[in-house]
């Protein structure tokens, strides 16, 4: 994704009307939680008190149309930009095109972002979020599989409820990647007026069948690791070994031969052991995935990336009969900006919604 | 892979220099085993009694010089063409281009195709073959991980040693798909006087570090399931859910978008269960990836998929310290045949070889 910073940040300055000065002082953010009393899915079933960790940057300007929403991505979460402290190693992953005088200019823009439902990194303590790890006040137990299943036009929904709640009365942009992207479209279905602008980054409307199944390969050596236990493993020992082979794949999924080839080409881990050799020893590739895959078991809920995947999975654009359909009801205009290496969102899926709307008589 | 099957047909009728009548009659065929009393490995271990199943099809001339040979591909075995009996419900996976008049005519040549070691189908009973499932006749139970790791160039070995004793002195042509591709130039490059024509089909002569990778996505969820216990599940519960999860990955790969619009799209399995109600309600794409995977349980051997995979990562080409040596080390003539729609034999795994052969002079 970072290679495509660049272009995206150039893109944005010219047409969301940024500023071309680059702050200088590191910015500081502060995650805030806000507690939705009820929330109804659209699948009918409704949850008391879900709570929703939030970032925002910049002022909200008195009439309330200055915001610009950041849906979170699959495995990201409402930390887009600036430190927590100025001692932390890292800024949000956006710090690059979000900031004072940046592509999207906080001294111009209110930005928000939300950890929104079953946010997969649970166990980062930063992160707020009410999802299948939640306990059921009903039972006194976690969720689990029993927490409802959401669409993508809910985690819109939760994000309207944070907005309404900041007094946002219009939305200049949202700007998301990956299954951000699918936030973006939805925002602009679901809300045809109160967005005037969508940036998807990596983008699709809805899955396909292809799309469909790379989620449930994701899902399946979850659903294969005995510790799973139908989802009901808490306080206990977690799918660790499963986590971790789903998110091998999508690690390729995120990356091109080229950048392995830079990064591990044919080295093995350890020059002294020859993975020709041996069963115990591996390729620097492998110790790439395994080092990221372990990041994320550290983080990450198992529950909450098969319920990331079945979101995506089931979601149709604006609740349509069909893709058609769905983006016949955008009004906001759109800047969709794909990757030619991107293994999971793969181009000829917007392609095909850019040559749905063309078809449409829309820019 | 059959979709290229007609092009492929055509390019190897003129290129082998097949016939071009059609036969009519079913063509029969015999599995017949052969044991070689001892195996040398790469790695420097030996192994006696090597057993190994083959198919032939057409009549080896006197000069013993018009013989093809069709290595096996990762999940298939020796039987390419033909029916063991009139009453088999399908013909082996190339009957469409092995057989009397076809492009591969067994009119003129004699073709030759082994099970090698550790194929995956151990469960297969017309599959004959040497590997981790086994028996150890040192300890009287299955070698599981201590059975030898083997290259490429050890498959290429022991066909080599199958030819011998079938009193085959020279090969017209190597003809092989995906990991019978890497076997195609390791042919030309281990014995560069033996073999006048390579046609690598889904090819590479060896894994670059992204592959190395893919392949370690397919070994981790088995490395994952409990049930495989470091190899030596034999005889109790198998790593079916991993080896399922694993063959899921292996099936997206094989298709592309277009193939599983077409089969499956948006589809529910079943249309009165909706997937967005229920985590027990599934897409058809998902039921068709249960379902294939399911079949590749009831036939694989887990260990075998993780020895293959292995063989693919480790193999160079030629045992040579670059891939440019090794391709230096060929004087066939090669027709290479890649799919631009296979994702884990990409087609600039053999365009970067075709590319190395031209600036080393060669066609």
């Known amino acids: 994704m970072r290679r495509i910073l660049g272009a995206l940040a150039l893109g944005l300055v010219s047409w969301l009307g940024g500023a071309h000065a680059w702050a200088q002082e590191p910015l500081l953010v502060e995650k805030r939680t806000m507690t939705i009393p009820r929330f109804s899915f659209v699948s009918g079933a409704t949850l008391a008190d879900v709570k929703v960790g939030y970032e925002t ?53 209110f930005v928000v972002a939300t950890d929104n439902l079953a946010n997969l990194a649970t166990k980062n303590p930063t992160v707020v979020t009410t999802g299948p790890a939640t306990v059921d006040p009903a039972t006194g137990k976690p969720y689990g599989l029993r927490f ?75 659903l294969a690791d005995l510790a799973w236990k139908g989802g009901d493993y808490y306080g206990g020992p977690e799918p660790a070994a499963g986590l971790a082979a789903a998110m091998k794949v999508a690690y390729l999924q995120q990356r091109w031969a080229g950048a392995v080839e830079r990064t591990a080409g044919l080295k093995p881990a350890d020059p002294a052991k020859d993975p020709a050799a041996s069963w115990d020893a591996r390729y620097a590739i492998e110790q790439a995935m395994d080092a990221d895959a372990q990041l994320r078991v550290r983080l990450f809920d198992a ?51 850019v040559s749905i709307r063309r078809a449409q008589g829309r820019e």
């Open 148 to 222: 409802p299943i959401y669409q993508v036009r809910d985690m819109v929904n939760l994000d309207k409820a944070v907005l309404d709640a900041l007094g946002v009365k219009h939305l200049h942009a949202v700007v998301g990647a990956s299954m951000g992207s699918f936030q973006t479209f939805e925002w602009a279905a679901s809300y045809p007026d109160f967005v005037d602008r969508i940036v998807p980054v990596l983008p699709t409307p809805q899955a396909d069948g292809f799309l469909i199944g790379w989620l449930a390969a994701w899902q399946a050596p979850i």
């Open 57 to 109: 940057f910049g002022t909200l300007n008195a009439a309330g149309d200055n915001a610009i929403l950041v849906p979170r991505t699959f495995s990201t979460d409402s930390h887009v930009a600036g430190r927590y402290k100025a001692s932390d190693a890292a800024p949000g992953y956006w710090d690059a095109i979000v900031g004072p005088g940046k592509a999207i200019d906080t001294n111009r823009f």
């Open 303 to 353: 529950n909450a990336i098969l319920y990331g995947a079945k979101a995506m999975q089931i979601s149709r654009l604006g609740g349509a009969a069909s893709l058609e359909e769905g983006l016949a009801k955008i009004r906001a205009k759109a800047l969709v900006i794909p990757a030619k290496t991107d293994m999971l969102l793969w181009p000829y899926l917007s392609q095909r919604a």
